[in-house]
Each structure stands twice: as structure tokens, then as C-alpha cells.
């Protein structure tokens, strides 16, 4: 069956570094594009970043554009989040995810904080 596995979360300061990994299996991964969401307290679900299935098409919201990475690695079936100068705002939980055509599926997520 479809897994999404995340990793990667944590506490950082505020300005810190952090890089989330997304291991999936049960699809063929280099045949479907993957995002990332997240969702913190109280506030909806949020596009983070989307990548094309060979890495070659990236997409942020301007609010994510400059500080965060996607990037993919198929011949490990993981996708990355590489998130750089992060502010407290940015504390959520990530969920990565994928659109099969007939359903959607995400992990059970990694925690972010961000914190002094």
C-alpha cells in the first residue's frame, strides 16, 4: 500500500536550518509529482512547495519563495524540504504528499518548531 514516511523535524531557533525527507513507497515515485503541505495550530492546511516528477519543475507561494527547497531523489523515492532562515511562523506540522489520480495520500507528518 502507499506510504509517506517524514523526518527531519524539530526545535530550531529562530534563523535556523532544517531539511525534511519524505521516504515513499507502494507507487511508481518518478511517475508522480510530490508536495509539501503544512498545517499549524488553528490555521488551515498550507501548500509549502510542489516539485514535477523528474525534479525539473518547482513551485512555491510567493510567502515560501527564497527561504525553502524542494527537491527529489528517485532512485531513493524520497523527496526533500530544505528550509532555511526559519521564524517562528513557520512552527507546523509538514506533510508531505501525493495525488495518485484516484486518491490523495500524506504521511502522519513531522513537527517543526521554531523557537528561542
Known amino acids: 500500500q502507499v506510504q509517506l514516511v517524514e523526518s527531519g523535524g524539530g526545535l530550531v531557533q529562530p534563523g535556523g536550518s532544517l531539511r525534511l525527507s519524505c521516504v515513499a513507497s507502494?507507487?511508481?515515485?518518478?511517475?508522480?509529482?510530490m508536495s509539501w503541505f503544512r498545517r499549524a495550530p488553528g490555521k488551515e492546511r498550507e501548500l509549502v512547495a510542489n516539485i514535477g516528477n523528474y525534479g525539473r519543475q518547482t513551485n512555491y507561494p510567493d510567502s515560501m519563495k527564497g527561504r525553502f527547497t524542494i527537491s527529489r531523489d528517485n532512485t531513493k523515492n524520497t523527496v526533500y524540504l530544505q528550509m532555511n532562515s526559519l521564524k517562528p511562523e513557520d512552527t507546523a506540522v509538514y506533510h508531505c504528499?501525493?495525488?495518485?489520480?484516484?486518491?490523495?495520500?500524506w504521511g502522519q507528518g513531522t513537527q517543526v518548531t521554531v523557537s528561542s
Open positions: 507502494g507507487f511508481v515515485f518518478s511517475n508522480y509529482g
Open positions: 504528499e501525493v495525488d495518485l489520480g484516484h486518491g490523495r495520500y
